[in-house]
């Protein structure tokens, strides 16, 4: 199994290929977007600093001619297989089918509320971050951090106002939820197919989390789970230590169960990931009663559908 990546593809490498895909959707040859960064990926030996749109084009132009097939236009990239599976592990939950509410009459209606479910082929992931609400952030992961022992800073820091909803980047399930003296309130989240574990922290002091939400619970692309804050760097729960209200964003790839914890675990950088999933912000709607922010359009994405079943028929 894969013991490490280095996820180094660009923003604007990433919406191309998904641009291919999208468009190709239903054709004769669809081109699949991890198919094409994973050529790139070994034709740049995983250096996308040498990416340019042509040479995507120029692959992409040959399979739609059907002049050759993926399987040709790879078959002598001694490393094609490794990226195909390196940045499947980290891309290959956030295209697909699905179905989501839409305002009943189209997005300009100005009806009664009323909605209808579509479906979509296209990006179900969601940007961390709820649409409406600022944040600025810049590349920093690896940075040096000293709290406790020097380290690494394996995630990405996104900073925004107190209280701005934290969203669910892709279906899954809570696997952690509690705290930690360096994450403060933290969630975790595992994607169904068990390879990837989201990681998001430094949650707002008192009420870090969307009401009622537990270990366990199957949480939806886009849904509301907490909010950020400003705690960790205490081993005393529910304090605020941390200097700057952010969201730790962090996302860990899991091959093999060794790699859950410890000194193999693998965190991919995931600044031009948000800047891509920036594309599709949740909308979210606040309860004056509560004070509870929820999403506005539920989704149905067949990942979640299929997990849930598999669990309930797992319980007969």
Same mark, same amino acid.
């Given at each position: 199994?894969?013991? @490490?990546? !280095?996820?180094?593809? #660009? ?5 191309? $290929? ?6 190709? +959707? ?12 994973? /050529?790139?990926? $070994? ?5 996308? #600093? ?7 084009? &120029? ?5 739609? $001619? ?18 195909? &599976? ?11 089918? /699905?179905?989501? !509410?839409?305002? $009943?009459? =189209? ?9 209808? @479910? ?25 940075? *040096? ?24 980047? !892709? *279906? ?12 403060? @309130? ?5 994607? %169904?197919?068990?390879?990837? /574990? ?6 707002? &002091?008192?009420?870090? +989390?969307?009401? =009622? ?35 730790? %964003? ?11 914890? =410890? ?33 506005? /359009? ?11 079943? *598999? ?6």
């Amino acid at each position: 199994y894969i013991k @490490w990546v !280095e996820f180094n593809v #660009t923003y604007e490498a990433m919406n191309q $290929a998904y641009q291919f895909d999208v468009d190709t +959707y239903g054709e004769a040859v669809h081109l699949k977007w991890v198919e094409l960064l994973a /050529y790139l990926g $070994a034709k740049y030996g995983g250096d996308f #600093t040498s990416y340019q749109a042509s040479d995507m084009e &120029q692959l992409a132009e040959k399979l739609l $001619a059907e002049e050759t097939t993926m399987e040709e236009a790879t078959k002598d990239m001694q490393y094609y297989a490794y990226y195909r &599976q390196a940045y499947g592990a980290v891309l290959d939950g956030m295209v697909g089918e /699905y179905k989501i !509410e839409r305002p $009943a009459g =189209g997005e300009e209606s100005n009806d009664t509320g009323t909605t209808e @479910w579509k479906a979509y082929y296209g990006l179900k992931a969601f940007n961390p971050i709820a649409k409406t609400f600022p944040y600025t952030d810049y590349d920093d992961f690896g940075v *040096s951090r000293s709290y406790g022992y020097r380290r690494n800073h394996l995630g990405h820091d996104m900073m925004g106002q107190v209280g701005t909803p934290v969203i669910a980047v !892709e *279906s899954g399930y809570v696997s952690m939820l509690g705290w930690n003296q360096y994450g403060g @309130w933290r969630i975790g989240i595992n994607s %169904f197919d068990g390879k990837r /574990y989201y990681y998001y922290a430094h949650l707002r &002091q008192n009420r870090p +989390y969307a009401e =009622g939400l537990k270990e366990g619970d199957v949480v939806q692309a886009g849904d509301v789970i907490g909010y950020i804050g400003r705690t960790g760097y205490s081993s005393e729960e529910n304090v605020n230590n941390i200097d700057e209200y952010h969201l730790h %964003f962090g996302l860990q790839l899991i091959f093999d169960e060794s790699q859950r914890e =410890g000194n193999n675990e693998i965190w991919v950088n995931g600044y031009q990931l948000v800047r891509f999933l920036s594309q599709n912000r949740s909308e979210v709607k606040r309860n004056d009663d509560t004070k509870e922010w929820t999403r506005k /359009y539920k989704i149905k994405d067949p990942a979640a559908e299929s997990y849930i079943k *598999s669990q309930t028929e797992g319980k007969k």
